[in-house]
């Protein structure tokens, strides 16, 4: 995983501070990090836009218009001139050189938005969105240097924002890149060295990316075993089984060695998934709240409060329930895994906020870490395009949620995977990380239509990782 941030100029003013660095060399090294990226994907020759702010952001923008001068074919814009001392001092090199400025945006190979990076504290004035809307329009290969322009400090749209193919954040990554509403506009995200290592320029931070190498399978290593050494997981059905069975299917493909469906009716099940009218002894975990709806059997609810020993995964139906609070209150070894309409019904319930999922979605990041910190040890799972993890003010981001997994049932399996983990004695933060990379990487290695994906379908991929 690697260290995510909200804010850097902290980072920048260690750099200047210890490390004997100044802002021209930190410049000089976030331009190349955006020229390796050009380098990268395009040849000698090819034209370049690009488009520079006044500010410090708009002058990386101008030092890479230096940088790759003659190399290729660049055109430099300043739609409201030159205006910090940087900017201004990089503008003269640049043209020392020979770079022109031109008037008016024109049609090129590359763009680069260099108009503001981060720390955008106000909506973009009128004549900057038009700019921005031009810059869309354009067909061509687009770059964002740190931010792309019109995200603000909580990475939404201000009222819109430049839709990159590329963003290169300069020194580390930051939290405004990874909001769901920031998605569709950031493209792949790079990380630009400033001169220092990332090892050196990065400090404490409680927010991570994950990467593949977080996720730990269930794989099984030792030879003499038998189904009791990779635990019991039980669902506790409700009034719509089918999300109930399809969580069971997931946990017994995961690896749980034995699964079980909680009915006092009842109820046909898949060969492999047995049927329990009771709590079987050997219980490892449980799952709770797929299609649950309002008929239920509370006293098996109630048993399930109060043995703290179970590891328990609360889903779905539970975060419009008032029972949710007991089991914040007397439960341990606790995940959640609202939606973000579920997280709103949550605070609503525990008297935290009354907020829509609009606010929810602005808030991601601050609402799972205030949540956290509220209940300590509990593990919640915000899903979203890119999921949070949060525990204790901690948050670990999944980035590779994709709108395959936009369909019905697709939750469901994601509470079977954690309860299979945890039935296998993987701790709360463990099971909730790894089982929904898992589910991202099942849905990605998915071949047929996006649009296609069935809960079965994402179990057959859960079994090919």
Partial sequence: MHKVFDEVYTLDKRCYDEFLLNEDILMENAALGLAKAIRKRFKRGSSLL??????????????????????????????????????????????????????????????????????????????????????????????ACDIPTGLDTKGNPSPIAFEADVTVSMGSYKTTLFSDNAKDF?????????????????GNTDTFVLEKSDMRLPLRVKKCSNKGDFGHTLMILGEKKGACIIAAKAAFAFGSGLCSIFSKKPVKLPEEIMLAKSV??????????????????????????????????????????????????????????????????????????DIDVKEVQRRRFELAREFTKRYKDVVLLLKGSNTLISRNGKVYINTFGSPTLSKG?????????????????????????????????????????????????????????
């Avoid at 008037?103 to 004549?127: C, H, M, Q, R």
């Avoid at 950031?186 to 990065?202: F, P, Q, W």
């Avoid at 050997?282 to 797929?290: A, D, P």
């Fill in 280 to 353: 079987p002894h050997n219980t490892t975990s449980i799952c709770l709240g797929m299609g649950l709806g309002k008929k239920y059997n509370i006293e098996v609810i109630n048993k399930i409060i109060n043995d703290k020993n179970i590891p328990l995964v609360v889903d779905a139906d539970l975060f419009k329930d008032e029972l949710i609070e007991e089991i914040l209150q007397k439960r341990e070894n606790l995940v959640l895994t609202p939606h973000p309409r579920e997280f709103a019904s949550l605070l609503k319930l525990l008297k935290i906020e």
């Fill in 50 to 143: 690009i488009v520079s702010g006044p500010g410090n952001n708009g002058a990386d923008g101008v030092t890479l218009g230096r940088i790759l001068y003659k190399e290729y074919d660049v055109s430099l814009y300043l739609p409201v001139g030159a205006k910090s001392n940087m900017c201004k001092t990089q503008l003269d090199r640049a043209k020392a050189i020979g770079v022109k400025e031109i008037a008016e945006i024109t049609k090129s190979d590359i763009v680069v938005d260099a108009i503001f990076g981060s720390g955008l504290n106000k909506p973009l004035s009128e004549e900057i969105v038009k700019v921005i809307k031009r810059l869309n329009a354009l067909e061509a290969f687009k770059i």
């Fill in 186 to 202: 950031v493209g792949k995200i790079k990380v630009a060295d400033l001169g220092v290592s990332r090892e050196v320029y990065e």
């Fill in 409 to 465: 049932g697709s939750g469901d399996v994601l509470t079977g995977l954690i309860g299979a983990l945890l039935s296998q004695e993987y701790q709360t933060l463990e099971a909730a990380i790894s089982a929904s990379l898992a589910h991202s990487f099942a849905a990605k290695a998915y071949k047929k239509a996006n649009y296609s994906l069935s809960p079965n379908d994402l179990i057959e991929e859960i079994k090919c990782l």
